[in-house]
């Protein structure tokens, strides 16, 4: 059974941390790009960063460039992790934040997704 589980979400203040994982499980994902999106309260999903397999090659969204960070764990037992650093976060930060699995770093940067994460939410507070 392939399963995303997100966590660390939770409620700071406006210019603090937070660190979200990402637990894959029940296909290699290791082979797989993987991403985070986001959405707010009456918006769209949209995207907000994306790994290569190898973890080589990064993309973001401008919106959080400098800010954001995305990185790939050690697999432990067939399970993958991928984090997301927020750093310097801003209310408009706010929304639920989604794992995301898909073929190619492009690909998952252009919503070809293959898995979709239950998603953690992330309220930043003014």
């Known amino acids: 059974q392939v399963q995303l589980v997100e966590s660390g979400g939770g409620l700071v203040q406006a210019g603090g941390s937070l660190r979200l994982s990402c637990a894959a499980s029940?296909?290699?994902?290791?082979?797989?790009?993987m991403g985070w999106f986001r959405q707010a309260p009456g918006k769209e999903r949209e995207f907000v960063a994306a790994i290569s397999s190898s973890g080589g090659s990064t993309y973001y969204a401008d919106s959080v460039q400098g800010r954001f960070t995305i990185s790939r764990g050690n697999a432990k037992n067939t399970v993958y992790t991928v984090y997301l650093q927020m750093n310097s976060l801003k209310p408009e930060d706010t929304a639920v934040y989604y794992c995301?699995?898909?073929?190619?770093?492009?690909?998952?940067?252009?919503?070809?997704?293959?898995?979709w994460g239950k998603g953690t939410l992330v309220t930043v507070s003014s």
């Open positions: 029940g296909r290699t994902f290791r082979n797989y790009a």
């Open positions: 995301a699995a898909g073929s190619t770093i492009v690909g998952v940067r252009q919503r070809a997704i293959d898995y």
